[in-house]
């Protein structure tokens, strides 16, 4: 067999003192660590919540709140200003139409009033304790308000994005 002169050299290609196969071993593993933190789909995999916002389009929120950190950091918001019966901050979080009694129907201005006079804080401060849970539109509590196997009675809240914002809607009884 005839030598064609052409002989690979490794010491030219990976050079003298391993800098390539440093560079190498390095890539290998970057690209490993890429490659890892990709998110696989599976077929078996469930389907996304059909839940919406108040435009009509998808809400991731509506079907995990859990990830949302803005609304996160709205519950704290409304859970400091319930047990610490503060009302300027607990009304910056509310609608201008804030629901709190069914029957009669009252909304608005008389809020505070209504909760004092009724001794509804410490009310207020338990029911928003609880996890909020997609029902309609808003995120409401407690989840058994949620559940139409269950007839609740009892007092409940919700809240919902609006403009962009969250905003405590309402909170009333029966």
């Known amino acids: 067999m005839r030598d064609s002169g052409f002989r ?3 010491r030219t290609v990976w050079g003298h003192d391993g800098r390539m196969k440093q560079l190498a071993c390095i890539l290998m593993c970057l690209g490993m660590v890429v490659l890892g933190a990709c998110k696989t789909t599976k077929p078996d995999d469930p389907k996304p919540s059909d839940a919406t916002d108040i435009a009509g389009s998808p809400s991731k929120t509506a079907s995990d709140p859990s990830n949302d950190l803005e609304l996160q950091e709205f519950l704290g918001h409304l859970r400091t ?4 019966r503060d009302m300027a901050l607990m009304a910056s979080l509310m609608t201008p139409n804030f ?3 069914l029957e009669p129907l009252l909304e608005g201005d008389g809020v505070f009033k209504f909760w004092d006079d009724n001794n509804l804080w410490g009310e207020l401060a ?3 304790k609880e996890e909020f849970v997609p ?3 808003f ?3 407690p989840p058994a308000f949620a559940s139409p196997s269950v007839p609740y009675n009892g007092y409940r809240a919700g809240i919902r994005k609006l403009g962009g914002k969250w ?3 309402y909170f009333v009884a029966g």
């Open 8 to 10: 690979l050299n490794i």
């Open 81 to 84: 200003a319930a047990s610490s």
């Open 99 to 101: 629901g709190y009694s």
């Open 126 to 128: 338990m029911v928003l």
């Open 135 to 137: 029902m309609d539109g």
């Open 139 to 141: 995120l409401v509590v």
């Open 167 to 169: 905003k405590f809607v």
